[in-house]
């Protein structure tokens, strides 16, 4: 497997982000660290990933890629909202169902075996200095751990037979959004899940992580190929938020927790659950799932809920 470029960018889409810290529960200002990258207006955060969304897609029809940002998924662990999907204006019929298609030759460059008994989802995880988060101390081979521990949760469910594969990451700068925002990242798609990790974006409003799900398009229409009454995935892609202390020793805010729900999204798992913001400052969930839409605490362990969600996508994977 060699890293493919799906498009070529004449000149990367910049933007003017303003610097601001996004709540007390940030360690610091994101303008006085230079290891952060700059963040997003302390806006709704739903509103921002709109806007990068559409800017990502702009850039990408104009480059004559097969595929564009249909929509992302965000969780939030700090302040008083949960997370949310933003969806992309390029989505015309807002259909948020969108799974990876059994051999698909569109995918042939980095998802295998193409021709196999089953057909791997891959993985890949940015090893360059995006893999250190800012705060909290961890390096990259702690954070590499977790991540990967998480993947091997949702591999060991007995309802599907999926593997999940690592794919080399070349040392390349992981991050197709960040790339066109000129925050770091590269064109390339390296694996079905992409993790471009910490320091590309700084996202607004408590958001801990974020999963963008990218679609293949035919004539600007989203397609599906294999006629199921989904639209068919091209890639995802999980940024985590660098202006948190990170952690994987049990204490807020864990990598492997925030991993594992963003894995679901990449699984094509979307949030579950309601949260209730009581009068007292408490979060309450009914019914508890690792893809609650707010993180709580520590959880490394799935929910029947979690099981129920991803049996139902993948039992009976590779014939959906």
């Known amino acids: 497997m060699t890293p493919r470029r799906l498009f070529t960018v004449a000149g990367a889409a910049?933007?003017?982000?303003?610097?601001?810290?996004?709540?007390?529960?940030?360690?610091?200002?994101?303008?006085?660290?230079?290891?952060?990258?700059?963040?997003?207006?302390?806006?709704?955060?739903?509103?921002?990933?709109?806007?990068?969304?559409?800017a990502v897609n702009a850039q990408l029809a104009a480059e004559g890629a097969n595929y564009r940002a249909a929509f992302a998924e965000y969780v939030t662990g700090s302040g008083d909202e949960a997370g949310a999907v933003a969806i992309s204006?390029?989505?015309?019929?807002?259909?948020?169902?969108?799974?990876?298609?059994p051999n698909d030759p569109r995918r042939a460059g980095w998802s295998g075996p193409a021709g196999g008994p089953d057909d791997d989802i891959t993985y890949a995880i940015d090893q360059t200095g995006d893999a250190v988060p800012v705060f909290g101390g961890l390096n990259g081979a702690q954070t590499t751990a977790a991540i990967v521990a998480a993947h091997g949760t949702w591999e060991a469910l007995q309802c599907s037979n999926l593997p999940q594969t690592a794919n080399p990451d070349f040392g390349i700068d992981i991050g197709v959004v960040a790339f066109i925002f000129g925050l770091g990242g590269s064109p390339f798609v390296l694996a079905d899940v992409q993790h471009a990790r910490w320091r590309d974006i700084n996202f607004a409003?408590?958001?801990?992580?974020?999963?963008?799900?990218?679609?293949?398009?035919?004539?600007?229409?989203f397609t599906d190929v294999d006629n199921n009454g989904k639209l068919d995935a091209a890639f995802r892609e999980i940024y985590y938020d660098p202006s948190f202390n990170w952690a994987n020793n049990g204490a807020n805010f864990d990598v492997e927790t925030v991993a594992l729900h963003e894995i679901g999204h990449g699984l094509s798992q979307a949030h579950f659950g309601n949260i209730f913001f009581t009068n007292n400052g408490s979060v309450k969930r009914a019914p508890a799932a690792v893809m609650n839409p707010f993180i709580f605490g520590v959880d490394r362990v799935l929910y029947g809920t979690d099981d129920g969600g991803h049996c139902s996508n993948w039992a009976q994977w590779p014939n959906n």
């Not at 933007?15 to 200002?29: E, F």
């Not at 204006?89 to 298609?101: A, E, I, T």
């Open 89 to 101: 204006k390029d989505l015309g019929n807002k259909q948020l169902g969108f799974d990876f298609v």
């Open 205 to 221: 409003g408590g958001i801990l992580g974020a999963t963008f799900t990218f679609g293949f398009t035919s004539g600007g229409q």
């Open 14 to 54: 910049t933007l003017a982000l303003a610097l601001a810290a996004c709540g007390s529960d940030r360690p610091t200002d994101p303008a006085a660290d230079p290891g952060l990258a700059p963040s997003f207006s302390a806006g709704d955060p739903g509103d921002e990933l709109v806007s990068m969304m559409d």
